[in-house]
């Protein structure tokens, strides 16, 4: 049975950091790609960064808006993906989820019709 589990989600003020962590069980890591989702209230569910494997080209993929502030990376000898948020901004509040994409290659990681295995999320808040 897949299970990818998050946690590290919590509530922090504008500028701040959190690192969520996604432990997964049941898969062998070297065949899986993983994204990174986030869904805000009112909002649809967007992917928005991807850490592709050694299937693959072992890159990492950010959306534009988050270069610089978000880092994903993966211990598979630890079954774990992490993504590190830096200098958190009243946008960035939501539940972000964790997912395996089919593609090793993270294509199409932003729509989330090609994530196969999905977390239930953790949520973030970010308050002045």
């Known amino acids: 049975q897949v299970q990818l589990v998050e946690s590290g989600g919590g509530s922090v003020q504008p500028g701040e950091s959190l690192t969520l962590s996604c432990v997964v069980s049941?898969?062998?890591?070297?065949?899986?790609?993983f994204t990174w989702f986030r869904q805000a209230p009112g909002k649809e569910r967007e992917g928005v960064v991807c850490?592709?494997?050694?299937?693959?080209?072992?890159?990492?993929y950010y959306v534009d808006s988050l270069k610089g502030r978000f880092t994903v990376s993966r211990d598979d000898a630890k079954n774990t993906v992490y993504l590190q948020m830096n200098d958190l901004k009243p946008e960035d509040p939501a539940v972000y989820y964790c997912?395996?994409?089919?593609?090793?290659?993270?294509?199409?990681?932003?729509?989330?019709?090609?994530?196969?295995?999905w977390g239930r999320g953790t949520q973030d808040t970010v308050s002045s």
């Open positions: 049941g898969v062998n890591l070297d065949y899986y790609a």
């Open positions: 850490a592709s494997n050694s299937n693959g080209d072992n890159k990492k």
């Open positions: 997912a395996t994409i089919i593609s090793n290659y993270c294509a199409g990681y932003q729509d989330p019709k090609w994530a196969e295995f």
